[in-house]
């Protein structure tokens, strides 16, 4: 049987139907997602000049989880980023066990609560998990921006990418 995939909460995360999610994660990887005990955020994370944590902080929490042989997702609202980077969607350790996203930066800008709101954010939502979690099983960047492991410099990167893999990323999912 192959290992799951868990996704753990950081802090509180209204806006994420962990129920779909899972859904959805377990029909693109072909395995069981376990919504597993919420945690609190990295206090040691944070950042207080930049106003953000650091996604390592969350990488090393998951990385100390009870099953090595699984997958760990992360999904926090706090933004988060990366050394060298100023804000990132998303981070995991390629072909380790660990990934975690932020919601913080996938709220579309300019529309309260408008139409289209929460299908936007559920879209993003996903196809950043599927990136992060592709990277967890070993898989690299792209250069095809319609795959979905092409890197997100901006949201409108995420936007335009597929939830879909590329021929060559979609036989690693396969191998996976």
Request: glycine share 12%; with cysteine; proline share 4%.
């Amino acid at each position: 049987m192959r290992a799951p995939i868990f996704t753990i909460e950081y802090g509180q995360v209204a806006d994420v139907d962990h129920s779909w999610l899972a859904t959805e994660l377990a029909q693109v990887f072909d395995r069981e997602v376990i919504r597993g005990s919420s945690r609190p955020v990295p206090a040691g994370g944070f950042n207080k000049s930049r106003s953000q944590y650091l996604a390592g902080s969350f990488l090393g929490d998951l990385r100390g989880q009870a099953a090595p042989e699984a997958k760990y997702l992360g999904v926090t609202e706090v933004d988060i980023y990366s050394r060298g980077l100023t804000l990132v969607f998303g981070q995991a350790d390629v072909g380790g066990t660990a990934a975690v996203i932020s919601l913080a930066r996938l709220y579309p800008e300019g529309i309260d609560g408008g139409v289209g709101v929460p299908e936007l954010l559920r879209e993003r939502t996903l196809k950043e998990a599927i990136h992060e979690l592709g990277h967890a099983f070993g898989m690299m960047h792209c250069r095809d921006k319609h795959c979905i492991m092409h890197f997100s410099r901006a949201i409108s990167d995420t936007d335009l990418k597929g939830p879909g893999f590329c021929d060559q990323h979609e036989a690693e999912r396969l191998a996976a």
